[in-house]
């Protein structure tokens, strides 16, 4: 095993539904959810292009600002805020078959049998973007399945992330046992709890470096806040649960990524992807 967990990082998961894990996460994994996310920044700049929004597609900036920057050229132009189906590709399935990630998957959830649950996605989050904060929610509000099944989700920043460029905030001892009624959040759009619940909440911010590893329960309210920096707050989120108990709304684009006593149901990428041809791009 790569990465073992501590017994008291196992125990204060169990306890507080949420730990957040420090340099866990190896380079190699991170340098490849760039190439996935630079190759989905080139798409949309070529996308702009064509629009005639920007005529100077800006290749000398680095990763951290040059969506920024085009973003502002274009006329800040409304983006697919949480893409996942146009990721979809190799480098995404050998990021979601990280042996990192896996390990941590596999002890949280305590089995050997790992699923990766089909929604993940990218997070560009860019300074003074409303309708991209995160408002406070349930990750199983977005899958209703899993109101008792144990999905674990792991939120990784691509840099350090504090309070001033959109850490997440969680809400520990809040609703963790009840799945509560989503509504659509009228700032932003998307399904959150509703303004008296999160009303109720006490928020915690969690500063995170590049390496660390945020794992919480599909029932642990959390929320992004706003960007005040002057570049990119880039994040990956995924999700994986126990094979033997895979809810349908995982199963339906996730897939067995560890079997170490059936190898050969693990699914091959030519597998995962004949899942995706009925989803249309850009969708999320
Ligand atoms: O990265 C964000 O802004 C939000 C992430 C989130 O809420 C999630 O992964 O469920």
Redesign the pocket.
Known sequence: MQVRLNEEQLEFYKRHHYVHLPNVVPEQALLLAERIISKWVDDLVEAWSEQKLITDKKQELDFQHRLVQIWHDAGKPKYGRSPRRDLVGRDMYNFLKDPALLDIAQQLLETEDVSVHGIF?A?P?LPDQKW?D?PW?Q?AQYYRDAENTHVV?I?MPLQRVTEFN?C?QIAPGFFDRTLLDGVIDEETNFLGLKREDAAKLTALSVEMQRGDALCFTQLLP???LPNQSDAVRW?M?IRYEATAVATESGKAQGFIARSPMQPSSEASYEKWLSQWTAIPAGSY
Request: charge should be positive; aromatic fraction near 6%.
């Open positions: 996605n997070r989050k991209t995160t929610h990750d989700s939120w959109s997440l959390h929320r992004a994040s989120d």
